[in-house]
């Protein structure tokens, strides 16, 4: 009695499994659908950190507050600074290009971040004129993405020899070779 109560438990869940189970297969790629591409940094330009004019927000990212001075990251492109003396009128003005960016911290006039896989140090007791006072090669190993993370869908297959991907942006991809489940 204990042999098909087992037998009948592993032929359900078997069952159960089979049906619950949602798998695409590359014969079901589509000719046009919405995914993520990648965004490269070539070689050698990943790494040029500087101050430029302010500009727009695209993707917001993190935020760090000091001195009436809000520091806004854009997501793989850098720093948005913003003055915030009046509360009611924020002031743009400026930007910190640092391609690779994802997160950022502070400290008196260091402002500490990572440049896709370096960490760096850069004193901004000069906004107009920003300078990498440190850098740590590869700190962060595993931050160029080889494929996006946390996504479920189909994606533009990173190619190496185009650079290191910064970033992912969605657009429509034709006839995609990648995705994750």
């Known amino acids: 009695m204990k042999t098909h109560s087992f037998l009948s438990v592993a032929v359900l869940f078997l069952l159960l499994s089979t049906f619950s189970c949602t798998n695409s297969s590359l014969t079901d790629i589509p000719d046009e659908v919405v995914g993520l591409a990648p965004v490269y940094a070539a070689d050698g330009d990943w790494d040029d950190i500087s101050s430029k004019g302010p500009r ?80 740590v090669s590869d700190a962060f190993p595993n931050a160029s993405q080889e494929v996006p993370a946390n996504y479920i869908g189909y994606f533009e ?25």
């Open 56 to 135: 727009a927000i695209q993707q917001l990212n993190k935020i760090y507050y000091k001195d009436s001075i809000i520091f806004v990251g854009e997501a793989n492109q850098g720093v948005h600074i913003v003055d915030n003396h009046d509360p009611a009128n924020p002031e743009r003005i400026g930007f910190i290009a640092l391609p690779g960016n994802s997160d950022i911290a502070i400290k008196g006039d260091v402002l500490y971040a990572n440049n896709l896989t370096d960490l760096v140090a850069i004193d901004i007791s000069n906004l107009d004129e920003v300078t990498v006072l440190s850098r």
């Open 157 to 181: 297959c990173p190619d190496p020899e185009l650079g290191s991907v910064i970033g992912w942006v969605e657009t429509t991809l034709k006839k995609p070779q990648c995705w994750q489940e």
